[in-house]
């Protein structure tokens, strides 16, 4: 991870851009139509060639689940349905126990609230009364100005009590289908929260902001927020960890299939699309290893050393080279940091558990900045990145505020260390 240089992450190729590829003109044959495709139910499309025989196991297929696809350079393609999974169902008609709401219910009765540090804003999540996200600054005179929205407010004074009998006496309520997300790659069903009356936003003609907390089983987890996003101009999804749920069936962590398609190249046409192979090459130049020189992205290029500094220079063949110190590294700094803030994230294996899947380092200290008259300082985010290439790195630098980064690191040398992270995020990295 040493004297790795600034450059754009490497590109995800979208499920959109795949079926863009093939989408000039559509023929359907078979008597079937082409599937929804959902981000919540993973596909993946193969190019197998003439010589190919369907799976016998697994996600089913039938010869006549087919559609004719060409592009726009008029290859033409069988390509081969599966018959849609959306997930290891499984059927729990003979549960008798507590409602999701009554399992929730003790930590909304505790008025507890969990909270969430990022770099500028706190969440907090005071479960089943408000959600709230703010911003505290120290002013001169240690003045402290608090920038805050709520998010949402719990309408009603027992938000789980009134459903829970209807939800008993009402059997086809009971029966409902949980609904699910893709959560870091995984399908996980989850128990919504509906919160509204939130500040109003002004983006949106005053109206209030709204959220919906979604409640998922986690067995080791202490109602953590797993996540926030504003999934569109002023309405969130906050998505939290709790054992509370794990003991109701419907609610355990269940995996979802990888459906594939099967392209077959028909007489004439090459095994896989030009314009697509045109795109992974691309992808391959960019896995490559860093090169010195003519690497960096914009003015600036960007040095990270381990354990020691980051820093961010630029090369000129007049005036020399520019070095700015963006931030040092302390251990007992570091430390402090990790008390305030979240040292490690994680993510959540098919079988219920977690792994450490990121984690920060604060190194601080750097050269003082002309905009704040304070040292600089910088968020290092070092995360697994998997890839066939061990030498594959993606690196790339925000400034969310004046002097204060956040420098992100891929890499699959990062997976094989990140889970001997300790309660701060230091690592046991090999000499």
Partial sequence: MRGCRHRAPVPVVPRALLCGLLAAVTVVEGGRALPQLSDDIPFRVNWPGTEFSLPTTGVLYKEDNYIIMTTVDKEKYKCILPLVASGNEEEE???????PRELLEPLFKQSSCSYRIESYWTYEVC??????QYHEEKETGQKINIQEYYLGNMMMKNPLSEPDQEEKENPKENAKEVPTKNIEGQMTPYYPVEMGNGTPCSLRQNLPRSSTVMYICHPEAKHEILSVAEVTTCEYEVVILTPLL??????RFRAS????????????????????????????MLKMPFRRGKEGVGWWKYEFCYGKYVHQYHEDKESGKTSVVVGTWSREEHIEWSRKNAARTYYLREDGTRTVRMVSHFYGNGDVCDLTDKPRQVTVKLKCKESDSPHAVTIYMLEPHSCQYILGVESPVICKILDTADEHGLLSVPS
């Fill in 93 to 99: 008609k003979d549960y008798k126990g507590p409602t």
């Fill in 257 to 284: 299939p990888v459906n594939d398609i099967f392209c077959q190249s028909l007489p004439g046409s090459p095994l896989k699309p030009h314009n697509l192979q045109q795109l992974e090459k691309q992808q391959e």
């Fill in 246 to 251: 794990c003991s109701h069936p419907k609610y």
């Fill in 127 to 132: 479960h089943g009364k408000h959600i709230r």
